[in-house]
């Protein structure tokens, strides 16, 4: 069964819980909470593609759909920056002291949000295509 919609209504959903922790001061969850929502878009395209999307990396998914569809640097360096809040955002051995929400910024918050919805919008325009 075709889910496209159900992935892209989860991304969506995580760009305002993204939204909202930025608002209310919980910055590593925000960031977090961004890096979902692209990863999510990203599994929708494949899922309406009819393709399996393995990993979290919105990174890699998004090189996978470079085979078919033109991604832009820009949308690339996106990525990797969202993919740099998978793990520490959760996770205080991922940082040499304190605990993760010390370590990250409203700006951050910020930048990886924008991220998130430029990638969205990319992949919404795939996915209005095919």
Same mark, same amino acid.
């Given at each position: 069964?075709e889910? *496209? !919609? ?5 991304? =969506? ?7 909202? $922790? ?32 393995w ?10 759909? *470079? !085979? ?5 640097? =820009? ?7 969202? $993919? ?43 996915? *209005? !295509?095919?």
């Amino acid at each position: 069964m075709e889910r *496209s !919609k159900d992935w892209m209504d989860e991304a =969506e959903g995580d760009l305002e819980h993204a939204k909202s $922790d930025m608002e209310r001061g919980f910055y590593n969850w925000a960031c977090f909470s961004a890096q979902q929502s692209a990863e999510k878009a990203a599994k929708a395209v494949f899922q309406k593609m009819g393709a399996e999307a393995w990993g979290h990396s919105v990174a890699d998914l998004l090189k996978e759909l *470079s !085979k078919k569809h033109q991604v832009s640097e =820009e949308l690339m360096d996106a990525a990797y920056e969202l $993919d740099k809040a998978y793990i520490p955002t959760r996770y205080p051995n991922a940082h040499p002291t304190g605990a993760p929400r010390s370590r990250y910024t409203k700006g951050e918050a910020r930048r990886l949000i924008e991220d998130a919805e430029d990638i969205i919008r990319f992949c919404s325009d795939i996915l *209005s !295509k095919i």
